[in-house]
């Protein structure tokens, strides 16, 4: 049987970019595979976080993956600094890696230049965090990860990471295996479509976030940017607001490019715009309201107990042979 594992840092409200790259598509695995969903508060820290929000908000991202579908009698929901062992591999796999490779990834180059700019400062933590990443997931011997298209060049990092270490110290990690929606979904920013949407951004039009209330959504739709051009037409060089609409219509609707393009052929943004609200409203509205609900019940703590102890339960097995295999041991 397969084997999922992915997680979402609580280091803001959740964005549709979330929702569509990953969390929406952590489901349907639910009927079908042995799943782990995890909410990685300690990849959270590896930019400075303000404690009452970081707890606050690993609470909510618990509730909104079951608002979202996730159900905890098929998957596994826990946190991640509640099982020890994610940071204990995690620091066998810094050990494992090499400085180069770890200050050549994309993220680490953008987070750090932003970082660097915010507080004058890089925390270390920005650098290593795709071995923490990798242990996560080799932890529970998952065979598929499904993340953003944004995440490829950290799943081929935990490849190589697991790759070197049973190299090195004999087969103790399956190599997992990158799962992405078609088409790769990346979402972007509604204000520089030539950036993807996330969490952290600072300016408020640019991201639509998984609880915006219906008038909300309404206003950022309304507001993101489109061109000069005037067709409802996928160009993502020339056209790149358009294509990034088109692109959320898609995940929504289930039609293809063309067929959208044909739905608006001869009319403006105008009726296109409208439309996409009613989807995103349509699809969102129901999370929203469960989503309310869940936050005022006591279900959610005992549901994160049982997922830590199963999660514990699982990592330990392969955290102790990766110990023995590496000489970390004295009995
Ligand atoms: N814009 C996006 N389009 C598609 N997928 C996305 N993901 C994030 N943004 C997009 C996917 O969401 C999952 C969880 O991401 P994360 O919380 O671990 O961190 P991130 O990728 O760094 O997400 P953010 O929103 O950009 O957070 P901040 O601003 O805190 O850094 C991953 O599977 C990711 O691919």
């Excluded at 790149?240 to 393009?261: C, R, T, Y």
């Excluded at 995103?280 to 019940?297: A, C, F």
């Amino acid at each position: 049987m397969d084997v999922i594992f992915s997680g979402i840092q609580p280091s803001g409200d959740l964005t549709l970019g979330n929702y569509l790259g990953a969390l929406k598509n952590f489901i349907p695995f639910q009927d079908k595979a042995e799943c782990f969903y995890c909410i990685v508060n300690q990849h959270a820290i590896t930019v400075p976080q303000d404690p009452k929000l970081l707890h606050e908000r690993t609470r909510n991202l618990a509730a909104l993956y079951i608002a979202a579908g996730l159900d905890p009698k098929k998957a596994t929901i826990f946190v991640q600094s509640e099982v020890p062992e994610h940071a204990l591999l995690g620091w066998m796999m810094i050990c494992s890696a090499y400085v180069g490779e770890m200050e050549r990834m994309t993220q680490y180059k953008s987070k750090a230049q932003k970082q660097e700019k915010k507080n004058g400062f890089i925390p270390l933590g920005l650098l290593t965090y795709p071995p923490l990443m990798a242990a996560d997931i080799l932890l529970y011997q998952a065979t598929f990860v499904p993340v953003g298209d944004d995440q490829r060049q950290h799943m081929e990092i935990t490849r190589d990471l697991a790759e070197r270490f049973n190299r090195k110290y004999g087969e103790v990690f399956t190599l997992p295996e990158m799962w992405a929606p078609e088409g790769g979904a990346r979402v972007m920013s509604l204000q520089e479509p030539t950036k993807k949407m996330s969490k952290s951004d600072d300016n408020e039009w640019a991201t639509i976030h998984m609880l915006d209330e219906p008038d909300v959504i309404t206003k950022k739709i309304k507001r993101a940017v489109t061109d000069s051009i005037g067709h409802v037409h996928y160009d993502k060089e020339n056209q790149p607001g358009v294509s990034n609409l088109m692109s959320i219509h898609s995940a929504f609707s289930g039609k293809n490019f063309e067929e959208i393009e044909k739905m608006y052929e001869g009319q403006g943004y105008g009726v296109f715009k409208k439309d996409l609200i009613d989807l995103i409203v349509d699809q969102m509205s129901p999370i929203l309201s469960r989503y309310k609900e869940l936050m005022g019940s006591p279900e959610l703590d005992s549901i994160l107990d049982e997922g830590a102890a199963k999660a514990h339960a699982r990592a330990s097995i392969t955290y102790n042979k990766a110990i023995h295999a590496m000489g970390l041991y004295r009995k």
